[in-house]
């Protein structure tokens, strides 16, 4: 039987505050008492739900539980194709590009539901996407990771999962290099990589406010496969 709430001890650390979920994504006037009695027990400061944006018993259920709206999370999907053609600016991420590649990561990222929610500190989720960038390139969050280089510097960077669907994790360019046709190409370099590790769709999430992102992987093949909403709820 699923817990009610699982506490997420990356999330609490880095925060510095009791973070956790609802893991089954649904809610009704039942299953709410429960949820919030065992995020109380558990001292849980902040509470995600994520709920597919189609079901209105769960919305309504939230809503009434003081759960609020903080996102609308897209997926995005396409076939992989190890066809795309390698582009001489981008290569492989490594370990030392990571000095270049954190400030961008910092600041590329503030349409995301960490920045929306007031009570997150805003140089918290900064640093969120530091670490994120820096763990991905060392192959702790990601198996593939490349960069974007701009007179030969790094300036960009795409990470993410292979398998036999491809995820992708993160997408940034740093603002002096942007409008020169790089994030077309980090996303080209990570599809043929992905299809080339034997997957079969590449996947990608970003926010319903973010809608240059959603331009960038329309234009690139990716269409629309699933809405979900994020709700925060803090005790």
């Known amino acids: ?28 006037a039942q299953s709410a008492g429960a949820v919030l009695a065992a995020a109380e027990e558990a001292q849980v400061a902040c509470l ?33 194709s190890a ?27 503030t349409d995301s539901r960490f920045f929306a929610d007031p009570r997150f500190d805003r140089a918290a989720a900064a640093r969120l996407y530091e670490r994120w960038i820096e763990a991905s390139v060392a192959g702790d969050f990601a ?7 701009a007179d030969g ?25 942007r409008g020169r046709g790089l994030g077309p190409q980090l996303v080209a370099a990570f599809v043929a990589a992905a299809a080339r590790a034997g997957a079969e769709r590449v996947s990608v999430v970003t926010q319903g406010r973010n809608v240059q992102a959603q331009r960038l992987y329309q234009r690139a093949g990716f269409r629309t496969a699933r809405v979900e909403l994020w709700y925060h709820r803090w005790a």
């Open 143 to 149: 198996d593939l990771a490349f960069t974007a280089l």
């Open 1 to 28: 039987m699923t817990a009610p709430v699982e506490v997420l001890d990356w999330d609490s650390e880095h925060f510095g505050v009791r973070i956790g979920r609802v893991p089954s994504g649904r809610l009704d």
């Open 48 to 80: 995600y739900l994520l709920a597919a944006a189609d079901d209105q018993d769960t919305v309504r259920a939230a809503e009434d539980a003081g759960f609020r709206l903080t996102d609308v999370r897209l997926t995005l999907d396409r076939p992989a």
């Open 83 to 109: 066809d795309v053609l390698a582009h001489p600016d981008v290569r492989a991420a490594v370990p030392g590009d990571v000095g270049a590649l954190a400030p961008i990561a910092a600041d590329a990222h």
């Open 153 to 177: 510097a790094p300036c960009g960077y795409i990470t993410g999962r292979s398998g036999d669907e491809a995820s992708i994790g993160l997408l940034g360019v740093g603002a002096a290099a």
